[in-house]
Every structure is written in structure tokens, then in C-alpha cells.
């Protein structure tokens, strides 16, 4: 058995000076001879021989000056002083088991509620695709998910509404830290009955004429049509959409085309033909999160499932 390295104390009591205080070791011998009601008892519990058990115990009581027990025909009795200290031994181990129990539940479900903000695109697969992947792996986890345009997502953080955002472009903001998670294709969605549905590819100089849909400029979609367009469309849009679901729904009415991010079509998507794009475009994923407080263990964890899910083909 494994002996306990404890330096030996000068066993005399000394009641004219102050107990010196117990370590956690003393504390734990005491309480297991307390519940085992024996030193070999005792010994057997820790997995500890009973001379070692022996000596740990006359230390402690030298430290307190005043015995623990007392050898009543052979057996161990407790003091009254010793019944009185195991009640606090007893809360101070409860406190660890509950301490144990804590640490154990965060490793499984993470700390509380997550909350998610993402773009409304983000939010019709790639989001919902990552939080089965995560519920799948935690099935405790409770996430608190909302979409929201780019010029909010600052606002939730700052009123403590969200832990961690999606959007294509990173909040400028300097309590907020952001990383690139990945990138995927844009494409255009068209009517079914709309001339551009024949084309093989759509290009800039498609859009030269007919109503179609487009984004604000300060958005990052309407930065990356300033992109795809170059100088500009010859025909400006009919109508400005905050996002691509909104662009989506347009489209699904027979309005015209639109350049949408391929994670806002769901399978379900219906009513519209979906065409590659020349110059090829990307959006791409970025997480963000408060600088000021360390992204909990459930966060993290969703971040790896977004990032498994952008590296699956769709």
C-alpha cells in the first residue's frame, strides 16, 4: 500500500499556543476513520496502510492539541470535539462534490445557454446544419438562436444578447475579435420563366436591362455585387433587399434574378432556376465573439461544427 510522506510534528500538545491549521490530507484521513469507524477500515477505503493512516492521525491531533478519538476496549470512539468538527469536514466535502458535479456538467453541455446571432442567410442551413451537429455530440445543450442583419449583430453583443455571431463580413467593432471560418460560392437565382433561366452562366452584362434584386451597399453582399459588377450594372435594381432570403422570396414571385450565397437555398427552396456566376464570387463565414470575456466550451464546440459542416460537399 502507499504510504502517506507526512513530516512528523513534535507530538506533545502544546494548549498555549494556536492550533496550526489542517491540510487537506489530515482531512481527508480524518473523515475516512470517521466513516469507516477503524483505522484499517480507514486504510482499506484510501487504499493506504494502516501505520501510515496511524501516524497521519497523531499528527493531525498534535496540531490540534487535543485528541480526535479515544481507544475505548480496543476501538476508536470520537471526542465530542471530533463529532463537531466531521460536520464541517461534511460541508467542505459536499462543496467539492458539488464543485466535481459542476465541472463534470460543463465538460458535457458547456456553461448555461449559448446564444447564436447570424445572418438570415446563414440561418436557413448552415447554422441549423451546425447545431444538429452539435446536439448530436451534446444532447444537453440548449442554444439560444436569432437571425439578424449586419448592422445589428454590434448591438447584441453590446447588450449582452449574443456569445457568438455568423455574418459574411466582420463587425468593426474593438471589443470584438472575428476569424475567417471558410468561404463559399455565390450564385444566381432567376425565375423559371425569365430569360436568364436558359443561360448556361450568368453574367455582369445580363443585368442590362429588366427588374432584378439587389443589396444595399454597405452590406456585404452589396459589396461584393460592386465586385461582380465592376463600374456597376447598366440597370440599376428595382428593389434593394436586406438579405438574401428576402432576395430569395422576391425571386420566388416572378420579380427577376438575384445573386444570392449558395448556404441561403435550402432543399426546399422551389420556383427558382440556380446558375453559376462569371467572375465567379465567394462569401465567406465569419465568427465572431467578445473580446472581453473567453468564448465558453459550448461555443467553441459550435464553431468546430460549423467548420465540419463548410468542409462537407454540399
Known amino acids: 500500500m502507499e504510504a502517506f510522506d507526512e513530516p512528523r510534528d513534535d507530538l506533545r500538545q502544546d494548549t498555549g499556543t494556536a492550533a496550526r491549521p489542517l491540510n487537506l490530507r489530515q482531512l481527508e484521513v480524518f473523515r475516512a476513520i470517521m466513516m469507516a469507524g477503524s483505522i484499517s477500515a480507514a486504510g482499506r477505503a484510501l487504499h493506504v496502510s494502516q501505520p501510515a493512516l496511524s501516524r497521519v492521525l497523531a499528527l493531525t491531533e498534535s496540531r490540534l492539541g487535543y485528541p480526535l478519538f479515544e481507544r475505548v476496549r480496543g476501538r476508536l470512539s470520537p471526542t465530542p470535539e471530533a463529532r463537531r468538527l466531521f460536520a464541517e469536514v461534511e460541508q467542505v466535502y459536499g462543496g467539492i ?52 442583419t449586419y448592422d445589428e449583430l454590434v448591438g ?135 473580446n472581453l470575456t473567453p468564448l465558453p466550451l459550448l461555443g467553441r464546440r459550435f464553431l468546430d461544427a460549423v467548420r465540419a459542416v463548410l468542409a462537407k460537399p454540399s
Open 97 to 148: 462534490q458539488r464543485v466535481n458535479d459542476l465541472a463534470a456538467s460543463l465538460g458535457r453541455d458547456g456553461a448555461g445557454m449559448l446564444r447564436v446571432v447570424a445572418s438570415a442567410s446563414y440561418g436557413q442551413r448552415l447554422v441549423p446544419q451546425a447545431l444538429a451537429r452539435l446536439l448530436a455530440r451534446n444532447p444537453r445543450a440548449r442554444v439560444d438562436f436569432r437571425s439578424a
Open 156 to 290: 447584441y453583443f453590446l447588450t449582452g444578447q449574443a456569445d457568438l455571431s455568423l455574418s459574411m463580413s466582420p463587425p468593426d467593432h474593438p471589443s470584438l475579435d472575428s476569424e475567417k471560418l471558410g468561404e463559399h460560392p455565390l450564385v444566381c437565382i432567376v425565375p423559371p420563366d425569365h430569360p436568364l433561366a436558359a443561360h448556361e452562366v450568368i453574367r455582369p452584362e445580363d443585368f442590362s436591362s429588366g427588374a432584378w434584386i439587389g443589396y444595399p451597399p454597405g452590406t456585404p453582399l452589396g459589396q461584393a455585387l460592386q465586385s461582380f459588377f465592376g463600374a456597376g450594372p447598366v440597370c440599376p435594381a428595382a428593389i434593394e433587399a436586406h438579405s438574401p432570403v428576402s432576395a430569395l422570396a422576391c425571386v420566388q414571385q416572378g420579380i427577376g434574378p438575384a445573386l444570392v450565397d449558395s448556404t441561403s437555398l435550402s432543399r426546399t427552396s422551389v420556383e427558382v432556376a440556380v446558375k453559376p456566376i462569371e467572375p465567379a464570387l465567394s462569401a465567406q463565414v465569419w465568427a465572431t465573439h467578445s
